[in-house]
């Protein structure tokens, strides 16, 4: 190769690289929700329940539910220590079996670490299902909740950050690879070819007291054995 062939090669794979390099800088840390304690209020008996959207039955594993925004639905509980904690209250529709679907979405780095508790029509506490239990799939954490005969009397879901994962970060690897063709012109020709450059990118994702979520609930039929 000619030294005006191999100064083209090297300036054309510096100005590749130097382009896969770059990247400017992103979250550092988890969102905290901002409550006004002037806000809260001492019984959850106040706080309206949205309800929790069902899927059309024949079309069940294609539905799509617009996210919610925990932001936009918090309010304001105080707890029995006095502390203020962020929540959204949805209520519980239709019968039983069901299964109730969550997904808590990853946007710009920041997902919500949501804990989800299961209330009776008296607000009081069935169970809680933690953040610990969703599943990192992709681009979001999806969980479900199942319901059965036996449970009946959960009316209320509690949304609210999980002490125990906000705060911490989750971090995923991937490979991004790139094949750029080339022309270049040389004394006595041009130079035609391609590079391949590759980076592997490290994402982070803060768990944090806010974030997008869907949740949508449809009847849950186990399947039957065959008996004959």
Known sequence: MSATRRAAWIALIGSLLGACAG???????????????ASCVGDIAQVKAVPIPRAVPEK?????????????????????????????LFETQGPVPAEIKIV?????????????????????????????????????YTGSLFLNEREQNVRYLVFRPDADSVGLTHTTTSGIGNRTPYVIPIPGGIMYGS????????????????GSF????????PEQLDEN
């Open 214 to 221: 869907s949740i949508i609930a449809s009847e849950y039929r």
């Open 195 to 210: 590079v391949s450059t590759g980076v592997e990118q490290v994402l982070k994702t803060w768990l944090s007291e806010v």
């Open 104 to 140: 808590l979405m990853v946007n710009s780095s920041i997902a919500f670490a949501a804990a989800v508790d299961l209330l009776d029509s008296q607000y009081q506490h069935v169970r809680t299902m933690p953040f610990a239990d969703f599943v990192r799939r992709g681009s979001s």
């Open 60 to 88: 069940t594993k294609k539905a799509e539910i617009a996210p919610f925004e925990f932001e936009d639905l918090a309010h304001c509980l105080l707890a029995a220590d006095g502390k203020p904690v962020p929540m959204a």
């Open 23 to 37: 990247g400017g800088a992103g979250i550092t840390e988890a969102r905290r929700l901002q409550i006004d304690p």
